[in-house]
């Protein structure tokens, strides 16, 4: 705001500027002719366009409303010294103090004035009688032309002064009164808001308030049906109660039940671990007899193999038997060769013949005898063999039975347990039919209560339909005068 009350002074004082220049040239052109007009005119033209790039350089508004009354008025000076004497340009200097003038500001006008004063002190040091005019030069009259300057600055400074205080006021008057308008239209806006937002509130609190009532009175129907459905509950709570009863005496033999079916589960459990201890001991048993069995098919088997090397040494000396006895048939061949020279040698070979049958004898019995234990052992093999295998899937077949009872022992564990959780819950079942059964004694007593509430409750709900009535006839009261101040806040 304040930037463009500055701009219009600052457009007001090129136009001056523009329109003072205009009027010396025009004077000077039909006083004195076209010389004198040319004299004024350039450098007023220099004026006007230094004081046009015033105008659009961008530096403070005081600071260029201080340069457009400096511009003419040293303009103006420096006139004083290079031209003749003239009434007009005392005129304009008081004319340029006018322009620093309308910007109001005491400060600026201030300084330009002594500016000014210094300025026209300097150019009548030089130039005299170009000051005072044409005559005898007089220090009283250039003092009159500075006493009158300084007086008019004197005044335009009390005016700045006090037009300042009264802008001021003026724009801060103008500021409050806007900002009281701004207020008060807003308070009337608001006011017309709340007036619409009141209507539409209330337009919706008297749907409510129908609604309400139709309501109420549905409530009142339906505290009606409620409480005959309370006493019918408290009936049927009486006789849920007897059901509760007979089922919990029911829970209860089951519960009897449970505990016998416990009790013969625990002893077939028992009978079970007895037969897997059994089962466990005939298979230590078994393992030892197969250990002893396997064992002595070890030793049959060793029994065999040396009854084999027995009688591969017993042929080894039937070999050796027979060989003696050809070798003493042959020496008795030759002793009967030699005659009497051989008769000894004919009776030894005679004893060893004997000898070598009698060996041959021996070993022949000695072979059937290994013989026949060789059968014997083999039979014995064959038993001991027999026997191992039957002690093997004896082994297996108990290790089968173990596992069987194993399982079976595992399931009538699970069977126990799962006895023990049923147990449980029937236990957990008959105690919730107990509290059950409480409960809806409570519940037949609370509904007795909740009939004696719900006749209460029906007389308060019939005094608040008439209260009801009450309210929707001040709502449309309300409306009323809600409507006669919208009237008036568009007014």
């Keep these: 705001?304040?930037?463009?009350?500055?701009?219009?002074?600052?457009?007001?004082?090129?136009?001056?500027?523009?329109?003072?220049?205009?009027?010396?040239?025009?004077?000077?052109?039909?006083?004195?002719?076209?010389?004198?007009?040319?004299?004024?005119?350039?450098?007023?033209?220099?004026?006007?366009?230094?004081?046009?790039?015033?105008?659009?350089?961008?530096?403070?508004?005081?600071v260029k409303g201080f340069l457009f009354g400096l511009i003419p008025g040293a303009v103006v000076i420096a006139l004083f010294l290079f031209t003749h004497y003239a009434l007009n340009k005392h005129y304009i200097l008081i004319a340029t103090v006018a322009l620093v003038a309308l910007y109001f500001k005491k400060e600026?006008?201030?300084?330009?004035?002594?500016?000014?004063?210094?300025?026209?002190?300097?150019?009548?040091?030089?130039?005299?009688?170009?000051i005072s005019g044409p005559g005898e030069v007089r220090l009283s009259d250039f003092v009159s032309i500075l006493v009158i300057l300084n007086g008019i600055i004197v005044l335009l400074y009390l005016l700045c002064k006090w037009g300042r205080n009264i802008i001021d006021d003026a724009y801060q008057n103008k500021v409050n009164a806007e900002n009281i308008l701004n207020e008060l239209q807003n308070t009337f806006q608001d006011v017309e808001n709340n007036t619409n937002t009141l209507d539409q509130s209330l337009s919706q609190l008297n749907s409510n308030i129908?609604?309400?009532?139709?309501?109420?009175?549905?409530?009142?129907?339906?505290?009606?049906?409620?409480?005959?459905?309370i006493q019918e509950e408290a009936s049927g709570a009486y006789h849920?109660?007897?059901?509760?009863?007979?089922?919990?005496?029911?829970?209860?033999?089951?519960?009897?039940?449970?505990?016998?079916?416990?009790?013969?589960?625990?002893?077939?459990?028992?009978?079970?671990?007895?037969?897997w201890y059994k089962i466990e001991q005939m298979d230590q048993q078994m393992s030892i007899l197969s250990a002893s069995i396997s064992a002595a098919n070890s030793t049959v088997n060793g029994l065999q193999s040396s009854m084999q090397k027995i009688n591969t040494l017993l042929g080894g000396i039937k070999r050796i038997a027979d060989q003696t006895n050809l070798l003493a048939l042959n020496a008795s061949i030759e002793s009967?060769?030699?005659?009497?020279?051989?008769?000894?040698?004919?009776?030894?070979a005679g004893e060893i013949g004997k000898l070598a049958e009698q060996s041959a004898n021996i070993v022949r019995d000695i072979t059937a005898l290994t013989t026949g234990l060789s059968e014997q052992s083999m039979e014995t093999y064959e038993k001991v063999s027999?026997?191992?295998?039957?002690?093997?899937?004896?082994?297996?077949?108990?290790?089968?039975?173990?596992?069987?009872?194993?399982?079976?022992?595992?399931a009538y564990e699970a069977t126990n347990i799962d006895i023990s959780t049923v147990m449980n819950k029937i236990e957990t079942v008959s105690r919730l039919f107990?509290?059950?059964?409480?409960?809806?004694?409570?519940?037949?007593?609370?509904?007795?209560?909740?009939?004696?509430a719900t006749q209460e409750v029906l007389a308060t709900t019939e005094n608040e339909n008439k209260e009801i009535q009450d309210i929707y006839s001040s709502i449309?009261?309300?409306?009323?005068?809600?409507?006669?101040?919208?009237?008036?806040?568009n007014n």
């Excluded at 919990?248 to 671990?273: A, R, Y």
């Excluded at 009872?405 to 595992?410: H, S």
């Design 434 to 452: 107990t509290e059950a059964g409480v409960q809806i004694q409570n519940i037949a007593s609370i509904s007795e209560e909740n009939a004696a």
């Design 336 to 348: 009967a060769r030699a005659g009497e020279q051989g008769k000894g040698f004919a009776v030894v």
């Design 108 to 130: 600026i006008l201030i300084i330009y004035g002594i500016v000014l004063d210094v300025l026209l002190i300097l150019a009548y040091v030089i130039k005299p009688e170009n």
């Design 476 to 489: 449309h009261i309300i409306q009323k005068l809600s409507l006669k101040l919208k009237q008036l806040t």
């Design 1 to 62: 705001m304040q930037h463009d009350n500055y701009k219009r002074v600052h457009k007001v004082c090129v136009l001056v500027t523009i329109l003072i220049v205009l009027l010396l040239s025009i004077q000077a052109f039909f006083t004195s002719g076209t010389s004198q007009f040319f004299k004024i005119a350039i450098p007023g033209s220099a004026i006007i366009m230094i004081t046009i790039l015033n105008y659009f350089l961008p530096i403070n508004d005081l």
């Design 210 to 229: 129908s609604n309400l009532q139709e309501s109420s009175q549905n409530i009142t129907l339906s505290m009606q049906e409620m409480a005959k459905a």
């Design 240 to 275: 849920v109660n007897e059901t509760m009863v007979s089922s919990k005496e029911i829970v209860s033999e089951t519960l009897e039940i449970s505990n016998g079916v416990i009790d013969k589960t625990n002893q077939m459990n028992q009978n079970l671990e007895e037969g």
């Design 386 to 410: 027999q026997g191992m295998m039957a002690t093997t899937d004896g082994l297996e077949l108990i290790n089968h039975i173990s596992s069987y009872f194993r399982d079976l022992r595992k």
